[in-house]
């Protein structure tokens, strides 16, 4: 059984920012993640987090092992993303 994919409001605001071709291509990342979670995510780090990388995108996300989640903080570009978020 795979993780569950949970998107904070204000990740969700961001992906909309993007082109569709993007946006698209990230879903599609975060959602091979749930099935191999330990495949797709770095460790941060400094940081309890994890990165997906999807081209020139980085997904920064939180595991939480008791509920099986993946709790998506944030989706940027990864020339500023870790200076705006960490």
Do not use: C
């Amino acid at each position: 059984m795979g993780y569950e994919i949970r998107w904070r409001p204000k990740a969700l605001d961001e992906l909309r920012k993007f082109p569709k071709h993007i946006s698209q291509r990230i879903i599609n990342k975060i959602d091979a993640a749930k099935e191999n979670p330990e495949h797709f995510l770095e460790k941060l780090i400094d940081d309890p987090g994890y990165k997906v990388r999807a081209g020139d995108y980085r997904v920064i996300v939180d595991i939480l092992e008791e509920e099986r989640v993946i709790a998506v903080r944030i989706v940027g570009h990864r020339k500023n993303i870790y200076k705006r978020y960490l």
